[in-house]
């Protein structure tokens, strides 16, 4: 299972970033799929996932900005995060599991999201 995770940057508030996340090694639709991020000192933090039947789901605090979206055939998992603000500074990760059930867990809006495989993470700065 490998994840290479792109897109990161330095932006200013209100500004936009593309995260992807290629990946290899298993089925994309098998199982959920999702990010989490982590800033420092704080807990890592679930940010959106999409489940085997495509449902998507948010954590309130991204919930109208960011958009998770996959590509199957491709293997890659994508976030859109628009109007971005100094507190979505963070390391992105994406994650995920290859059987019915993961080790690790998130609540991610209505979803519990359990993953066991994450990639380097990617940085994401919000400032001016």
């Known amino acids: 299972v490998q994840f290479v995770e792109s897109g990161g940057g330095l932006v200013e508030p209100g500004g936009s970033l593309r995260l992807s996340c290629a990946t290899s090694g298993f089925n994309l639709g098998d199982y959920g799929i999702g990010w989490f991020r982590q800033a420092p000192g704080k807990e890592r933090e679930g940010v959106s996932c999409?489940?085997?039947?495509?449902?998507?789901y948010y954590t309130d605090s991204v919930q109208g900005r960011f958009t998770i979206s996959k590509d199957n055939a491709k293997n890659t998992l994508y976030l859109q995060m628009n109007s971005l603000k100094p507190e979505d500074t963070a390391v992105y990760y994406c994650a995920t599991r290859t059987k019915k059930y993961g080790r690790a867990t998130l609540i991610i809006g209505a979803e519990i999201f359990e993953y066991d495989y994450w990639g380097q993470g990617t940085q994401v700065t919000v400032s001016t």
């Open positions: 999409i489940d085997s039947d495509g449902n998507t």
